[in-house]
């Protein structure tokens, strides 16, 4: 099974506070993934706070893992977070994918 990707998850772990425009990280997350290289996505942790929007550059499957590497192209200020938070749970809630 492999999982469709649109937003750029960030693990559990991932320091947020090191995100910088410009900077490129690597992250590693559970299940083979499909997901758009070189194109505008945004970057998003589990509690659905939305952070800005990135480029993948690569995504590499392997052993049951997929090994992402990005670079950051924009940051939101917080109001700006706070509102696509408000606006992706409310269609979420909608679609299922939010309780």
């Given at each position: 099974?492999v999982?469709l990707?649109?937003?750029?998850g ?20 559970s299940r083979e ?5 070189h194109?505008?996505?945004?970057m ?11 480029v993948v550059h690569?995504a590499?499957?392997?052993?049951l ?5 990005f670079e950051v192209?924009?940051l939101?200020?917080?109001?700006v977070?706070?509102?696509y938070k408000?606006?992706?749970i409310?269609?979420?809630k909608?679609?299922?994918?939010v309780?």
């Open positions: 099974m999982e990707n649109t937003l750029l960030l693990p559990n772990e991932f320091e947020t506070k090191s995100l910088a425009v410009g900077k490129q990280y690597n992250i590693v997350k993934r499909a997901f758009p290289l194109i505008a996505v945004l998003v942790d589990t509690d659905w706070n939305f952070y800005g929007y990135a690569s590499v499957v392997k052993d893992k997929t090994e992402f590497t192209i924009s939101f200020e917080a109001n977070r706070e509102l408000q606006n992706f409310f269609a979420a909608k679609t299922g994918e309780k």
